[in-house]
């Protein structure tokens, strides 16, 4: 029976949690986020019981971007999240502001490392499609 609970702790799947900005976070993750926000990039800091992961588009010059969330893959000890930076769309109205789209998001664990990789859901139903010919 041993072998079965095994088993099952691998599947285990770590979702993420997606954290706005009501949530009110310890001092040392404020901080964290505050430094590294207006820098594009993917950035993960261990606290709290789990992994925090801030992704940033950098500091942009209109409003209108934004952070998608394509995916999350779990292999193992390894999470890939995948995401992309979403830039205003033709005709949708900006404001002439600073802006600076982030997500950020908390898995509950600190023994996986956690990856980014920009993809964008095009790229993802190609390589899907490519993959389902590959079958046949």
Not at 66 to 79: C, M
Request: proline share 2%; hydrophobic share 30%; no cysteine.
């Amino acid at each position: 029976q041993e072998d079965k609970t095994k088993d099952i702790s691998k599947e285990e799947k770590i979702a993420p949690e997606i954290i706005d900005d009501s949530v009110i976070l310890s001092k040392d993750v404020t901080a964290w986020i505050e430094e590294n926000k207006s820098k594009e990039g993917f950035y993960t800091k261990k606290a709290d019981n789990g992994t925090f992961v801030l992704i940033s588009g950098g500091e942009k010059n209109t409003t209108g971007y934004g952070i998608a969330l394509n995916g999350v893959e779990q292999t193992n000890k390894k999470i890939i999240v995948k995401y992309e930076i979403v830039e205003p769309t033709e005709g949708q109205k900006v404001e002439n502001q600073k802006s600076n789209p982030k997500m950020l998001m908390r898995f509950a664990t600190t023994d996986y490392k956690i990856e980014g990789k920009v993809t964008t859901l095009e790229s993802m139903e190609a390589e899907k499609s490519s993959k389902d010919k590959n079958k046949k």
